[in-house]
């Protein structure tokens, strides 16, 4: 008999633990946005998990929703190195 | 993301032709625009230096390739003039009905790419269908649909065909029958609309001063065409009226370019009614000496052409005044200070043909 | 109705059936066989795999059959709108050149499979790949939760719509990474006008499906769909959040009148400008599918759904589903495209008051007590 | 406006500097000016007889010397100036009109690609047609192709 609910939890506590230290880790803003979002993705998969769909699907909608709009503040306030050289 | 440049071009679904046009866009808003032109010069002024006077004219029919005829006539008025002849009446009405199926065809062209230029792609397919037929009579006249090379020095290569004009009155029925279809898909369109009014404005001073022609002038209200302010064949004669608007933004000059194609079929068919019997042609003289300039209202301006003869068979020096390239000035002017988005309809509104521009 | 897991159950079941029966007689000789043959016939394994059929046959609808329809239709039907005949490809074994062009699209599909993937050299390599897939898999995620009829659907979720919503909302998240990774000038400002578009419109379509919401009573899709075969479609009380919802969708997967991020005048083809071969093929794909699940949700929230005489359910849901298609299609091929500016002052000065509206209108016919 | 007109009205202020007037058409007017004075020329017939439209800017390859041609178009009184400015081959040098008209210097760009000749007073001259590092003026006469 396989734990399922067990072994989908390790998998995506592995994946989120992971995203979020990249979140930190990341050199660039932008990728720190984008694990961000994996890792707010991950925890309403875990939401599922603990049977509240609602609340899984509100925070996929809200927060992931919502870091685009981080992304759009990322790009804006970095700059990347190869944009500013002139066109070859 | 402050300013950045983006290279509009030479390779970008935008331009109608091989050039590049540089904007520098702080977010949407344009600040700075350059237009880069060469990238089609093929040297026709010096080519013109080696040919002889009736060779050069299928090179003028290359200089731009949608309105050829025009260009090719432009320089037949202007040898003309060197020459100091007088071409046969017919002649002048046939040059006039030719022209004016060309600007048709060019016209349509230009809806064909402004279509699409705004996201309106069936547009391009409806001129596209009309442009088939405006063709259709000018092959009847001339045997070709794209460089015609149809005038001469002293008239017209070859009559129109005896059912020409049963044919031409037939096209022009339909072409002034689809014109409700257009005002619907057009100008009933909010959102064309929103597109074109009120952007890429153009004022009447900064027009004159720019040294702008054509449609793009007259769309700032200055009521300018070259056929009835310094006539030319039988323009004078035909009962017609110069398109103005008078808001200067995209959708003037969309409007000038439409009612100037139905103002076209009026002169066709006045043209048709008036036309006289007789020759087409006369013979040129060898060589002329002496200089020379005639102006005519191209599809897209005035086009002015210069020529200087030295008592040879090839002219000494042929200078060709590109209304493109004149109104190409007037494009960072209006750029300035619009969105990106509204560069395509400006640029579209416009006409851009590099062809002639590069020469 | 077509029980689609009882149907996924019983092909789970024979499946296994055969596989368990082959292994018990080889059991006789190797006894673990018999113990494995035993766990396969488990009413847990059983359902797993009825749910990966489900999955697949849905997958399947989604991706294979219905994406060939709906790209076939949209090609005659604009090609017709631009009175030209549109695809035209014969079958491989007719000689004459005329035909109806099904299956032009699998030919289009293969050209693209068989491209070389090129990835540009400045790239950020990595979220350049992701951002194809994210786009992708979100889009066909969406079916998960669609109901194509009471029974034929994958999971009946309790909160099915926002689900739909939230799964929505991933893929202008992918059109960013991708717009930026692909470190173009054409792509990054497709991208931002992506994420600026998707902030403008994710709210009056929300705005919209409330009124519905308060209608129906539940955010379950089928409830709703139950709920407009007892009383009437949504769409008749609620015209004005449809033709919000119509709108708001339009702009959600970027089709014409809206489709700035990808404004092919001006900015090429706009955020997937870089890629090419099958991502390519795959974003391009992704839009129809997009495309379709809007014109599945309106059918679900306002046209009653499945509900229909004599046809099956899921033949009604499918006409009623590929009208709307039709309709954004039509929509999409004769009005030009709008700027950044009047999206943006469409979606807050228009649409999101004519969604409160619509929910006003919702709330006062619940409160009168007709629903 | 008729050409004879125009040639009075230039006559009486730039007396003996406007030379070779000739009459091609109606009214067009051809003259000559040394090329010093060509800046107040030209103002003076913007401003005077409102010739707003500078339609042409040429250079002919003479065997003695460059000339420039400005076709000059007044809308308003419908005459046409052909204006000649002839310039030696060791120096060539002209005033820019973009003073005066600001779409000359578009013009003035394409007779400098061309002919070589340094409009002084130009805002930007470049190359435009040919490539910036290209050697030679192609329309002159003793550019051989």
């Known amino acids: 008999m396989v734990e399922w609910d067990l072994f989908f939890f390790i998998a995506l506590s592995v994946v989120e633990v992971v995203a979020s230290i990249l979140v930190i880790a990341s050199k660039k803003l932008v990728h720190s946005a984008f694990w961000l979002a994996i890792t707010l993705i991950t925890m309403g998969a875990i939401y599922i998990l603990l049977r509240s769909e609602f609340i899984a699907v509100v925070q996929i909608l809200v927060y992931a929703g919502a870091v685009p709009v981080l992304f759009v503040f990322g790009i804006m306030l970095t700059r990347r190195k190869m944009m500013e050289e002139p066109n070859e | ?359 | 109705m077509i029980d689609l897991y009882g149907i996924s159950y019983g092909i789970g079941k024979w499946f296994m059936g055969i596989i368990a029966a082959i292994l018990d007689f080889f059991g006789q000789w190797i006894q673990p066989f018999q113990g494995l043959a035993d766990w396969l016939m488990r009413w847990e394994t059983l359902n797993v795999l009825a749910i990966t059929i489900q999955v697949v046959i849905v997958f399947l609808f989604v991706s294979i059959i219905n994406l060939f329809i709906i790209m076939w239709i949209e090609r005659k039907m604009y090609a017709r709108l631009h009175t030209r005949r549109g695809i035209m490809l014969p079958l491989p074994f007719r000689k004459v050149q005329k035909g109806t062009g099904f299956l032009q699209n699998l030919a289009d599909g293969m050209k693209l499979i068989q491209k070389e993937n090129i990835t540009p050299k400045n790239a950020d390599k990595w979220m350049y790949h992701i951002a194809p897939a994210i786009i992708a898999t979100t889009s066909i995620l969406v079916f998960v939760a669609i109901p194509l009829s009471e029974t034929f659907v994958v999971a009946n979720l309790e909160g099915g719509l926002i689900f739909v919503f939230a799964i929505l909302a991933i893929a202008p998240f992918a059109v960013l990474v991708g717009g930026w990774a692909s470190n173009n000038k054409f792509t990054l400002i497709g991208g931002m006008r992506g994420a600026a578009q998707m902030l403008s419109y994710e709210i009056p379509l929300i705005l919209a499906a409330v009124g519905v919401i308060l209608l129906a009573g539940s955010l379950n899709l089928v409830d709703i769909v139950i709920a407009q075969q007892q009383t009437i479609w949504f769409g008749i009380p609620l015209i004005l959040g449809l033709l919000v919802f119509l709108v708001a969708i339009v702009a959600e997967v970027e089709r014409l009148p809206f489709d700035i991020p990808e404004a092919e005048a001006e900015l090429v083809e706009g955020w997937a400008t870089e890629y090419g071969g099958m991502r390519f093929g795959l974003i391009f794909v992704a839009k129809w599918v997009r495309t379709y699940a809007g014109a599945a949700l309106i059918t679900i929230l306002f046209l009653g759904g499945w509900s229909g005489p004599i046809l099956p359910g899921e033949i009604w849901f499918i006409i009623k589903s590929y009208i709307v298609f039709i309709i954004i299609v039509w929509t999409t091929w004769s009005l030009p495209r709008t700027r950044m500016d009047q999206v943006l002052e469409i979606g807050w000065k228009r649409l999101l008051p004519a969604a409160l509206i619509s929910i006003a209108i919702a709330a006062a016919l619940k409160w009168v007590g007709w629903f | 406006m008729k050409g004879t007109e125009v040639a009075q009205a230039v006559k009486e202020k730039f007396k003996d500097l406007v030379s070779n007037v000739s009459f091609p058409r109606d009214r067009v007017v051809r003259l000559y000016v040394p090329r010093e004075s060509i800046l107040p020329f030209c103002k003076f017939l913007r401003d005077e007889l409102s010739c707003e439209h500078l339609s042409l800017v040429t250079a002919v390859d003479w065997p003695e010397n460059f000339e420039c041609v400005y076709h000059i178009t007044s809308y308003l009184e419908e005459y046409m100036v052909e204006l000649h400015v002839k310039i030696p081959k060791d120096d060539p040098k002209v005033d820019s009109l973009s003073p005066v008209w600001k779409g000359a210097d578009f013009a003035e760009w394409e007779a400098y690609d061309m002919m070589g000749i340094t409009f002084v007073g130009h805002p930007d001259l470049r190359r435009i047609l040919l490539p910036e590092d290209y050697l030679y003026y192609p329309l002159r006469k003793d550019f051989k192709g």
């Open chain 2, 1 to 359: 993301m402050t300013d950045i440049w983006i290279n509009m071009g030479p390779q970008h679904p935008m331009t109608h032709g091989l050039f590049n046009l540089r904007v520098r866009v702080d977010g949407e808003i344009i600040v700075d625009a350059n237009p880069l032109l060469g990238y089609l010069h093929r040297g026709v002024e010096k080519l013109c230096e080696r040919r002889d006077y009736t060779q050069i004219i299928p090179l003028m029919d290359r200089l731009c390739y949608v309105s050829s005829l025009t260009w090719s006539h432009a320089y037949c008025l202007a040898a003309e003039e060197l020459m100091e002849i007088e071409i046969p009446e017919r002649a002048k009405y046939l040059r006039v009905i030719a022209l004016e199926l060309q600007r048709i065809a060019s016209h349509l062209m230009w809806l064909a790419a402004f279509g699409p230029d705004v996201g309106m792609f069936t547009a391009f397919l409806y001129a596209m269908r009309e442009r088939e037929y405006i063709l259709d009579m000018l092959q009847m006249m001339s045997g070709a649909r794209m460089n015609q090379n149809y005038p001469r020095i002293g008239g017209v290569r070859n009559d129109v065909p005896p059912e020409f004009t049963d044919k031409c009155l037939k096209v022009m029925d339909y072409f002034d029958g689809k014109r409700k279809q257009y005002e619907r898909l057009f100008d009933d369109s909010a959102i064309f609309l929103m597109r074109t009014q009120g952007v890429g404005y153009l004022s009447k001073e900064d027009a004159m001063d720019l040294g702008v022609t054509g449609q793009t002038l007259r769309g700032s209200n200055v009521p300018i065409d070259m056929r009835t302010h310094d006539p030319y064949e039988v323009y004078d004669q035909l009962d017609w009226e110069v398109q103005v608007e008078k808001d200067g933004d995209c959708y003037s000059r969309y409007k000038v370019r439409m009612n100037e194609m139905w103002e076209s079929t009026k002169i066709i068919r006045g043209a048709l009614k008036k036309m006289p019997k007789g020759p087409v042609r006369v013979k040129p003289p060898k060589r002329p000496k002496g200089e020379a300039f005639r102006r005519t209202e191209d599809a897209r301006g005035e086009a002015l052409i210069y020529i200087v003869g030295q008592g040879e068979t090839s002219p000494y020096r042929v200078k060709v005044r590109s209304p493109v390239f004149a109104n190409l000035r007037a494009a960072p002017v209006i750029l300035k200070g619009n969105t990106y988005a509204d560069l395509l309809a400006i640029m579209g509104s416009i006409d851009v043909c590099i062809g002639e521009t590069d020469k």
